[in-house]
């Protein structure tokens, strides 16, 4: 285990990933504790990985607000490059949004605080494009609370010559349309993450969900979330309900234009009685009248904005995919085209969609292993997608890749969907018998 790097000293580990750790550090000089993220060299991607690792100290490092974690100092030492930055102590968002420990008041406040921070950042000309739940962490002791948004590691340096353009980063589930499609987002992608955040948080569920990436991805593309349950408009405005199905809008044309302009109205939507009339598409004005009497219906459909299309409720799975957490069932997925293809197409167009869902999935995994290399899960998920593609070949170049690279077979049989694949293999045997035996040695159960 690491004791140093730079002048700080390595007090004990407080996180791992695939391709580093944080560690919790000791400023001698200051005596201050420390948040230490490190990259082993050996597992990033030479000179693509640390160019991202040197834009995250640079975009970060020049944001100084209460709302954005601060970076101490950047450095290398002992094959690692590592940031030293300010240690918050408090719960991530995903924790506080689990446990129901946030009432809607307190998350309208702490998206707010978190949309201060990106004004910020945007202002900078600069995108943090993975705004999510574990990367925005609450201070709250239960009457004050202050939200810090970490992790600018996917940032952008907006019109710089080392950017990017057609390489996606981020989570999927809280993936822009407009990213997803083009690699391209702008200030208003974050906005849209920070909406699917906001329903995320109020209704109990992701709006966008589904058993696969593919899933996800045709819904964030084509699908508006259902409507929030009457329950969650209590104790905030009931114009909720508008704001988000604005910040959802597939058109980042039809969504806020600023984050100056998202953290007005979370904050206006905090008192029951708020209002918001929309004139124009991206204009919001607070407006207070009188709330409706005690104990009268709420209708949170009653003010939806004219260009919002009617929104369709979400299919219900029995597994579903989160962007960065393990893939869970507690009952047989449905087929693929079932979970994939919408209602009322026919059994070619379905077929059609099931394989567009399934080419955009393939693009996404290959993208995923090329930022993380010894991305266990990503592995899997190829391996399954290869194989329902029937591109029996590259899905052999996979697994190998997977085992030269130290994934384990008992890593990429943690994903319930390989498992599935490794028993429909082992009963139909569609790879060739020496293709097949080799995949069952490593993989077989």
Not at 110 to 121: E, I, P
Not at 362 to 383: C, F, G, S, T, V
Request: with cysteine; charged share 25%; net charge neutral.
């Amino acid at each position: 285990m690491l004791t140093r790097l730079g002048k700080f000293e390595i007090i004990r580990l407080l996180a791992q990933g695939s391709m580093g750790e944080v560690y919790l550090g000791r400023d001698p000089v200051l005596g201050r504790e420390v948040a230490i993220k490190v990259i082993h060299t050996s597992a990033s991607m030479g000179p693509q990985a640390r160019e991202r690792f040197a834009t995250e100290a640079r975009a970060a490092g020049a944001l100084n607000h209460p709302n954005i974690v601060t970076i101490h100092e950047m450095g290398e030492e002992q094959g690692v490059l590592y940031l030293a930055m300010e240690l918050v102590k408090g719960e991530d968002l995903g924790t506080l949004i689990r446990a129901g420990t946030l009432s809607a008041r307190d998350t309208l406040e702490v998206l707010a605080q978190v949309c201060d921070g990106l004004a910020m950042a945007h202002r900078h000309q600069i995108l943090h494009r993975d705004i999510k739940p574990s990367n925005i962490r609450v201070i709250w002791d239960g009457k004050n609370l202050q939200a810090k948004v970490l992790d600018f590691g996917v940032a952008k340096i907006i019109n710089t010559d080392t950017t990017d353009e057609g390489t996606v980063f981020g989570t999927v589930n809280y993936m822009a349309p407009e990213y997803l499609s083009s690699g391209r987002p702008d200030s208003r992608s974050d906005l849209f993450a920070v909406g699917v955040i906001l329903y995320e948080a109020l209704a109990g569920i992701p709006p966008f969900d589904g058993p696969t990436p593919g899933a996800v991805i045709y819904r964030l593309l084509h699908e508006m979330p259902a409507p929030l349950p009457p329950t969650a408009f209590q104790s905030i405005s009931r114009d909720v309900q508008g704001i988000l199905n604005h910040a959802l809008s597939k058109d980042p044309g039809n969504r806020f234009q600023s984050a100056e302009e998202l953290a007005l109205v979370l904050r206006g939507a905090k008192d029951t009685g708020w209002r918001w009339e929309q004139e124009h598409p991206t204009v919001a004005h607070r407006i207070k009248r009188p709330g409706p009497e005690r104990g009268s219906p709420v209708n949170p459909l009653k003010d939806l904005p004219a260009f919002i299309p009617a929104a369709r409720p979400t299919p219900t799975h029995p597994g579903t995919m989160s962007g960065s957490g393990p893939l869970h069932r507690s009952a047989p997925l449905p087929s693929v085209r079932e979970s994939l293809a919408p209602s009322g197409t026919g059994p070619h167009d379905r077929t059609e969609v099931h394989k567009d869902l399934l080419e955009t999935t393939h693009r996404q995994l290959k993208q995923a292993i090329e930022i993380d290399p010894r991305n266990a899960k990503a592995h899997a998920m190829l391996l399954v997608t290869l194989y329902r593609l029937g591109r029996m070949d590259a899905l052999m170049q996979t697994l190998r890749q997977a085992r030269d690279r130290g994934i384990t077979s008992t890593d990429l049989r943690s994903l319930p969907r390989c498992r599935q694949v490794v028993m429909e293999e082992m009963q139909s045997c569609r790879l060739p018998l020496e293709l097949h035996g080799e995949f069952m040695d490593y993989l077989g159960i």
